[in-house]
C-alpha cells in the first residue's frame, strides 16, 4: 500500500504532464492551422492578382500582334512600291545606259571614218603629188602623137612585109598544108588590116582618155593592191584546206590508172608536176599544208592571168598582151592605147566575168583536192566549196579584175603582173621564199621553186634592151618545204 502512493503520485504528476505537453501541442497546431489559412488567404489574393495580370497582358499581347500586323502590312505594301519604283528606276537607267553606249559606239566609228578619211585625203594628196609630177616628167619625156603615128606606120608596113612572105611561103607549101597556110593568111592580113583601121581611128582618142584625171593611177597603188590580194589569197587557201580536211576524209593513191594520168597532167599543168606528186603521195589528215599552198598556187595563177588579160563576154576569149621587152617605148604605149580602146567594143560583162572566174577557180580546187585523195566526188567538193566559200572566192576574183583596170589606167607603164614558175631555181634577187624555215641554203644548184604562192610585180625596162626592175618580188614554196611532212 505504502508503495503504491509514489507509484500514482508519479502517474499523475506524468499524466499532468502529458497533458501540459498535449495542450501546448495542440496551441502549436493551432498556430500553423491559424499561419496556414493567413498564408492560404494571402496565395489566393496574389493567384486572382496574378490572374488578373496575365489577362491584362494577354490583351496587350493581342494588342501589339494586330499592331505589329498592321506595321507589317503597311512596311510590305512600302516594300512593294519601292520595288516597282526601283525597277523602273533599274529599267531607266539600262536604257539610258544602252543609248549612251550606242551614241558613244556611234561617236567612235564617225571619229574613225573620219580619221581615215582624213588618212586617204592626205595619202591622195600625196598620190596626187607624185602623180603631177611623174606627168610632168612624162610630158617632157614622151614624144608627140605624130611621131608616135609615124612609128606605128613604120611597125605596120613591117608587118605588112611580113605577111607578104608568109603568102608566098603559103603559096609554095604543098596539099592540105598549103591550103591551111593560105587560110591562116587571109586570116591574119584580115585581122591585120582590121587592128590597123582601129589604130588609125582611136589612137589620137588615147591621150585624153588614159590620162584623166579621175582615172590615173600609179605602180604604188598596184603594188599595195598586190600585197593586199596576196594576203587574202594566203588566208582563204588557209581557211578552205583546213575546212575541206575536217569535211572529208583523205586517202594517198585513191586516184589510179587512166583517172590518175589525166587528172594528175590537167592540174600539173596549173600548179606544176612536182607538187601534184607531193599531193598524191603525203599524208593530208592531220596537216593540210600541201592542200594549202597548192590552192595558193591554183589560185595566185588564174588571179595573175586576170590581173592582165582583157576576157570577152563569157571569160573564154581574151585580147592578148604583146611581149614589148625589145620594142621601143612608143609602141608599148601604142599597143596600150590600142588595147584599151579595143577592149571596150569586147562588151565586158564584170558580173558573168566574176561569176565564172569563181567557177573555174573552185573547179581546180575541187581536181587538187582530188589529186590529194579526197574520198568525195567532184560534184560534192565543188558544193562544198560553192555553199561555203562562193563568196570568197567572189572577193578574190573582183580584186584581180580590180588590179586588171588599175593596171590599164596607170601612169606608169610597162607593169607586168608574175608568178615563178615552178622548178625554177631559186634566186633571192627576184622573189622571196614564203615558207622559209631557216634551215635551206637557197641559194644552191638543188634549191628548186616547187610552186608559186604570191604575184608580184615587174616594170619593164623602156629601152630596147630586155629586163626591167622587180616593184614586188613575187613569193614561191620551195621543194624543201615537203621534208617535214610525213609520208
Same mark, same amino acid.
Given at each position: 500500500m505504502g508503495r503504491s502512493v509514489p507509484r500514482v503520485s508519479r502517474l499523475s504528476k506524468l499524466?499532468?504532464? &502529458?497533458?501540459?505537453?498535449?495542450?501546448? %501541442?495542440e496551441e502549436q497546431v493551432q498556430s500553423l492551422l491559424n499561419q496556414s489559412m493567413t498564408e492560404t488567404s494571402s496565395l489566393q489574393s496574389k493567384i486572382a492578382e496574378l490572374?488578373?495580370?496575365?489577362?491584362?497582358?494577354?490583351?496587350?499581347?493581342?494588342? =501589339?500582334?494586330?499592331?505589329?500586323?498592321?506595321?507589317?502590312?503597311?512596311?510590305?505594301k512600302k516594300n512593294d512600291a519601292i520595288k516597282a519604283t526601283l525597277q523602273q528606276q533599274n529599267q531607266e537607267m539600262r536604257q539610258a545606259l544602252e543609248e549612251l553606249n550606242r551614241s558613244s559606239a556611234h561617236a567612235q566609228a564617225e571619229l574613225?571614218? *573620219?580619221?581615215?578619211?582624213?588618212?586617204?585625203?592626205?595619202?591622195?594628196?600625196?598620190? +596626187? #603629188?607624185?602623180?603631177?609630177?611623174?606627168?610632168?616628167?612624162?610630158?617632157?619625156?614622151?614624144? +608627140?602623137?605624130?611621131d608616135r603615128v609615124a612609128v606605128l606606120e613604120a611597125e605596120l608596113k613591117a608587118k605588112d612585109t611580113e605577111l607578104a612572105e608568109v603568102k608566098k611561103l603559103?603559096?609554095?607549101?604543098?596539099?592540105?598544108?598549103? &591550103?591551111?597556110?593560105?587560110?591562116?593568111? @587571109?586570116?591574119?592580113?584580115?585581122?591585120?588590116?582590121?587592128?590597123? &583601121?582601129?589604130?588609125?581611128?582611136?589612137?589620137?582618142?588615147?591621150?585624153?582618155?588614159?590620162? #584623166? *584625171? +579621175? @582615172?590615173?593611177?600609179?605602180?604604188?597603188?598596184?603594188? #599595195?593592191?598586190?600585197?593586199?590580194?596576196?594576203?587574202?589569197?594566203?588566208?582563204?587557201?588557209?581557211?578552205?584546206?583546213?575546212?575541206?580536211?575536217?569535211? %572529208?576524209?583523205?586517202?594517198?593513191?585513191?586516184?589510179?590508172?587512166?583517172?590518175? =594520168? &589525166?587528172?594528175?597532167?590537167?592540174?600539173? =599543168?596549173?600548179?606544176?608536176?612536182?607538187?601534184?606528186?607531193?599531193?598524191?603521195?603525203?599524208?593530208?589528215?592531220?596537216?593540210?599544208?600541201?592542200?594549202?599552198?597548192?590552192?595558193?598556187?591554183?589560185?595566185?595563177r588564174y588571179l595573175c592571168w586576170l590581173s592582165t588579160a582583157w576576157i570577152a563576154s563569157g571569160g573564154k576569149e581574151r585580147l592578148g598582151s604583146t611581149d614589148q621587152s625589145n620594142t621601143t617605148q612608143t609602141v608599148t604605149t601604142a599597143w596600150s592605147a590600142l588595147s584599151h580602146i579595143l577592149s571596150k567594143h569586147l562588151q %565586158?560583162?564584170?558580173a558573168q566575168l566574176c561569176s565564172a572566174t569563181a567557177s573555174k577557180i573552185i573547179a581546180g580546187l575541187a581536181d587538187i583536192l582530188l589529186v590529194a585523195g579526197c574520198d568525195g566526188t567532184r560534184p560534192q567538193l565543188c558544193d562544198a566549196l560553192k555553199q561555203k566559200f562562193s563568196e570568197k572566192v567572189s572577193l578574190l576574183a573582183k580584186s584581180g579584175m580590180r588590179i586588171n583596170k588599175v593596171i590599164a589606167n596607170s601612169i606608169d607603164r610597162g607593169l607586168d603582173v608574175v608568178v615563178i614558175k615552178p622548178a625554177t631555181l631559186f634566186d633571192s634577187t627576184c622573189m622571196d621564199d614564203g615558207y622559209d624555215d631557216g634551215e635551206h641554203d637557197k641559194n644552191t644548184m638543188n634549191n628548186r621553186v616547187l610552186c608559186p604562192t604570191d604575184i608580184g610585180l615587174r616594170q619593164r625596162s623602156k629601152g630596147p634592151s630586155s629586163g626591167g626592175r622587180i616593184l614586188l618580188k613575187p613569193k614561191i614554196a620551195l621543194e624543201s618545204v615537203v621534208d617535214n611532212l610525213d609520208d
Amino acid at each position: 500500500m505504502g508503495r503504491s502512493v509514489p507509484r500514482v503520485s508519479r502517474l499523475s504528476k506524468l499524466l499532468e504532464e &502529458a497533458k501540459q505537453e498535449n495542450r501546448r %501541442f495542440e496551441e502549436q497546431v493551432q498556430s500553423l492551422l491559424n499561419q496556414s489559412m493567413t498564408e492560404t488567404s494571402s496565395l489566393q489574393s496574389k493567384i486572382a492578382e496574378l490572374r488578373q495580370r496575365n489577362k491584362e497582358a494577354l490583351a496587350e499581347c493581342e494588342r =501589339t500582334k494586330k499592331e505589329k500586323e498592321d506595321v507589317v502590312a503597311t512596311l510590305t505594301k512600302k516594300n512593294d512600291a519601292i520595288k516597282a519604283t526601283l525597277q523602273q528606276q533599274n529599267q531607266e537607267m539600262r536604257q539610258a545606259l544602252e543609248e549612251l553606249n550606242r551614241s558613244s559606239a556611234h561617236a567612235q566609228a564617225e571619229l574613225m571614218d *573620219a580619221r581615215n578619211a582624213l588618212l586617204v585625203c592626205r595619202q591622195q594628196l600625196t598620190q +596626187s #603629188s607624185a602623180q603631177l609630177e611623174s606627168l610632168r616628167k612624162e610630158q617632157t619625156a614622151r614624144m +608627140s602623137l605624130t611621131d608616135r603615128v609615124a612609128v606605128l606606120e613604120a611597125e605596120l608596113k613591117a608587118k605588112d612585109t611580113e605577111l607578104a612572105e608568109v603568102k608566098k611561103l603559103s603559096s609554095q607549101a604543098k596539099s592540105a598544108n598549103a &591550103a591551111i597556110s593560105r587560110d591562116d593568111s @587571109t586570116t591574119l592580113v584580115q585581122e591585120f588590116n582590121n587592128i590597123r &583601121a582601129l589604130l588609125a581611128n582611136c589612137i589620137p582618142e588615147r591621150p585624153a582618155g588614159m590620162f #584623166s *584625171a +579621175s @582615172t590615173m593611177s600609179s605602180s604604188n597603188e598596184v603594188v #599595195s593592191a598586190l600585197r593586199k590580194l596576196n594576203s587574202d589569197i594566203h588566208q582563204d587557201a588557209t581557211i578552205m584546206a583546213e575546212y575541206m580536211a575536217e569535211s %572529208f576524209g583523205f586517202e594517198k593513191g585513191k586516184v589510179n590508172g587512166n583517172e590518175e =594520168t &589525166a587528172l594528175f597532167q590537167q592540174v600539173g =599543168t596549173t600548179i606544176g608536176p612536182g607538187l601534184v606528186h607531193f599531193l598524191g603521195t603525203k599524208n593530208h589528215s592531220e596537216d593540210p599544208i600541201l592542200i594549202q599552198i597548192a590552192f595558193q598556187t591554183h589560185i595566185a595563177r588564174y588571179l595573175c592571168w586576170l590581173s592582165t588579160a582583157w576576157i570577152a563576154s563569157g571569160g573564154k576569149e581574151r585580147l592578148g598582151s604583146t611581149d614589148q621587152s625589145n620594142t621601143t617605148q612608143t609602141v608599148t604605149t601604142a599597143w596600150s592605147a590600142l588595147s584599151h580602146i579595143l577592149s571596150k567594143h569586147l562588151q %565586158f560583162d564584170d558580173a558573168q566575168l566574176c561569176s565564172a572566174t569563181a567557177s573555174k577557180i573552185i573547179a581546180g580546187l575541187a581536181d587538187i583536192l582530188l589529186v590529194a585523195g579526197c574520198d568525195g566526188t567532184r560534184p560534192q567538193l565543188c558544193d562544198a566549196l560553192k555553199q561555203k566559200f562562193s563568196e570568197k572566192v567572189s572577193l578574190l576574183a573582183k580584186s584581180g579584175m580590180r588590179i586588171n583596170k588599175v593596171i590599164a589606167n596607170s601612169i606608169d607603164r610597162g607593169l607586168d603582173v608574175v608568178v615563178i614558175k615552178p622548178a625554177t631555181l631559186f634566186d633571192s634577187t627576184c622573189m622571196d621564199d614564203g615558207y622559209d624555215d631557216g634551215e635551206h641554203d637557197k641559194n644552191t644548184m638543188n634549191n628548186r621553186v616547187l610552186c608559186p604562192t604570191d604575184i608580184g610585180l615587174r616594170q619593164r625596162s623602156k629601152g630596147p634592151s630586155s629586163g626591167g626592175r622587180i616593184l614586188l618580188k613575187p613569193k614561191i614554196a620551195l621543194e624543201s618545204v615537203v621534208d617535214n611532212l610525213d609520208d
